[in-house]
């Protein structure tokens, strides 16, 4: 064995135990993200809310991930991923601490602070994460490599869905009839023990999160070589030559409605399944939650598999309008039909992420980790379109309101076919 592959072998020992911590990360933004869609339910339930007032829990979440990731961009340009990670899980850890304050308030806004600070961490974690992936190898399997990483996110987010369903859903859901006939104490006693049962989910999590900061400050990270450009640029000349870069410009527009239309079928699929099938409660209807994401799972592992042999932006394109008819059966059919429908979406939807993120970061060079930071902040479309959704669905129906996340993946498709191409990219 000559010297080189003796360097080789421990340059990949090196690299084993951080990129299994690195993976622990998108497992555990996973979990947080898919947590939303309990509690949505579950303060509809609590605070007596209509669906665009629940429909706040993400507007408040991704809020945080837009306001950080320029932050978080910032300080991965001072500092290193390692830095970014551990400030990004202490203050995932502190977002969970503040749900038991919250709690003990019963106050619908404090909980949304809480949720903000949690996405605030989130937003330093991802655009860490997926930027330190897409560079340990060659570019041209860049998006293999970030949909390989992501396939273990689905594991969070079953786990985020399961953990709500069996310790925050009580079961008990009271009508008017019910609630008619219950004095004001027996009812303030009901709505209170609704929102305090998210209390020790969150400080479990807190607790989590804070011991993994402490465990990646004890990892020593191998150094990460990147592509320099002579000169040290600002942020602001970063974002003007990013914004002139077609293809990443319209990677981050399509990455804002992807997060849309993601955000917007999980967020309202149990108000959906309620919808659609009579008589079915918050926790059976979270069953067809758990579908979807058990099928987005599935469909992270058959895509890596597929973009073996199929462009990752053909693949983002079919994909995209295979779901254009899946979401357009749930608009014309609310009944058991269109919930499977939109539960088979979600195993069209599992590529498109980190497929949108690695065509937008595509020959990008030094810039990479602004660019990512711009990403992340796409993910507002979430906080923005999930309102949206909310508000068509108090005018007219939760099943009409499934046409914004149509419009959505009318617009992947296009980014599929023409949007992704690379027609000038940053000199280096």
């Given at each position: 064995?000559?010297?080189?592959?003796?360097?080789?072998?421990?340059?990949?020992?090196?690299?084993?135990?951080?990129?299994?911590?690195?993976?622990?990360?998108?497992?555990?933004?996973?979990?947080?993200?898919?947590?939303?869609?309990?509690?949505?339910?579950?303060?509809?339930?609590?605070?007596?809310?209509?669906?665009?007032?629940?429909?706040?829990?993400?507007?408040?979440?991704?809020?945080?991930?837009?306001?950080?990731?320029?932050?978080?961009?910032?300080?991965?340009?001072?500092?290193?991923?390692?830095?970014?990670?551990?400030?990004?899980?202490?203050?995932?850890?502190?977002?969970?601490?503040?749900?038991?304050?919250?709690?003990?308030?019963?106050?619908?806004?404090?909980?949304?602070?809480?949720?903000?600070?949690?996405?605030?961490?989130?937003?330093?974690?991802?655009?860490?994460?997926?930027?330190?992936?897409?560079?340990?190898?060659?570019?041209?399997?860049?998006?293999?490599?970030?949909?390989?990483?992501?396939?273990?996110?689905?594991?969070?987010?079953?786990?985020?869905?399961?953990?709500?369903?069996?310790?925050?859903?009580?079961?008990?859901?009271?009508?008017?009839?019910?609630?008619?006939?219950?004095?004001?104490?027996?009812?303030?006693?009901?709505?209170?023990s609704e929102i305090h049962?998210?209390?020790?989910?969150?400080?479990?999590?807190?607790?989590?999160?804070?011991?993994?900061?402490?465990?990646?400050?004890?990892?020593?990270?191998?150094?990460?070589?990147?592509?320099?450009?002579?000169?040290?640029?600002?942020?602001?000349?970063?974002?003007?030559?990013?914004?002139?870069?077609?293809?990443?410009?319209?990677?981050?527009?399509?990455?804002?409605?992807?997060?849309?239309?993601?955000?917007?079928?999980?967020?309202?699929?149990?108000?959906?399944?309620?919808?659609?099938?009579?008589?079915?409660?918050?926790?059976?209807?979270?069953?067809?939650?758990?579908?979807?994401?058990?099928?987005?799972?599935?469909?992270?592992?058959?895509?890596?598999?597929?973009?073996?042999?199929?462009?990752?932006?053909?693949?983002?394109?079919?994909?995209?309008?295979?779901?254009?008819?899946?979401?357009?059966?749930?608009?014309?059919?609310?009944?058991?039909?269109?919930?499977?429908?939109?539960?088979i979406s979600s195993f069209?939807?599992?590529?498109?992420?980190?497929?949108?993120?690695?065509?937008?970061?595509?020959?990008?060079?030094?810039?990479?980790?602004?660019?990512?930071?711009?990403?992340?902040?796409?993910?507002?479309?979430?906080?923005?379109?999930?309102?949206?959704?909310?508000?068509?669905?108090?005018?007219?129906s939760i099943s009409m309101?499934?046409?914004?996340?149509?419009?959505?993946?009318?617009?992947?498709?296009?980014?599929?076919?023409?949007?992704?191409?690379?027609?000038?990219?940053?000199?280096?």
């Amino acid at each position: 064995m000559n010297k080189d592959s003796i360097n080789s072998s421990n340059s990949q020992k090196l690299m084993l135990i951080p990129l299994v911590l690195i993976i622990s990360l998108f497992f555990l933004w996973g979990m947080a993200n898919n947590l939303n869609d309990i509690l949505i339910s579950q303060f509809k339930k609590a605070f007596q809310l209509t669906d665009f007032q629940s429909g706040l829990v993400q507007s408040a979440f991704y809020l945080g991930y837009f306001f950080f990731a320029l932050p978080a961009s910032m300080v991965l340009r001072k500092y290193n991923y390692k830095t970014g990670i551990i400030i990004g899980l202490l203050l995932f850890s502190l977002g969970a601490f503040l749900f038991y304050p919250a709690a003990q308030n019963a106050t619908y806004g404090f909980f949304l602070f809480a949720l903000f600070v949690i996405a605030s961490g989130l937003a330093f974690l991802e655009t860490a994460a997926n930027p330190y992936v897409t560079i340990l190898g060659s570019p041209q399997t860049a998006a293999f490599r970030l949909n390989l990483a992501q396939a273990f996110n689905p594991i969070g987010c079953i786990t985020g869905i399961l953990v709500g369903q069996y310790f925050i859903f009580s079961g008990v859901e009271h009508d008017e009839a019910t609630l008619s006939q219950m004095s004001s104490s027996a009812i303030e006693a009901y709505y209170k023990s609704e929102i305090h049962a998210v209390e020790t989910p969150y400080l479990v999590i807190s607790t989590v999160a804070l011991l993994f900061s402490i465990l990646f400050a004890l990892v020593k990270f191998p150094k990460i070589q990147e592509q320099k450009s002579g000169k040290k640029d600002s942020l602001i000349s970063s974002l003007s030559h990013l914004w002139k870069i077609k293809h990443f410009k319209l990677a981050v527009f399509t990455q804002f409605f992807y997060m849309g239309a993601q955000v917007c079928i999980w967020s309202f699929m149990i108000r959906y399944a309620k919808f659609s099938i009579n008589g079915i409660s918050d926790f059976d209807a979270a069953h067809y939650l758990t579908f979807s994401l058990i099928a987005l799972t599935v469909g992270r592992f058959a895509g890596t598999f597929f973009m073996k042999y199929i462009k990752p932006n053909k693949l983002l394109a079919i994909y995209a309008i295979i779901n254009i008819v899946l979401v357009f059966i749930g608009i014309s059919s609310p009944n058991l039909i269109g919930v499977w429908a939109l539960v088979i979406s979600s195993f069209f939807m599992s590529i498109m992420y980190p497929t949108i993120f690695s065509l937008g970061l595509n020959q990008l060079g030094n810039e990479t980790k602004t660019a990512s930071s711009i990403l992340v902040m796409a993910i507002v479309g979430g906080a923005i379109l999930t309102a949206v959704m909310g508000f068509v669905s108090d005018i007219t129906s939760i099943s009409m309101a499934m046409i914004v996340p149509l419009v959505c993946f009318v617009l992947i498709a296009l980014y599929g076919l023409y949007g992704y191409k690379v027609k000038n990219s940053i000199k280096l």
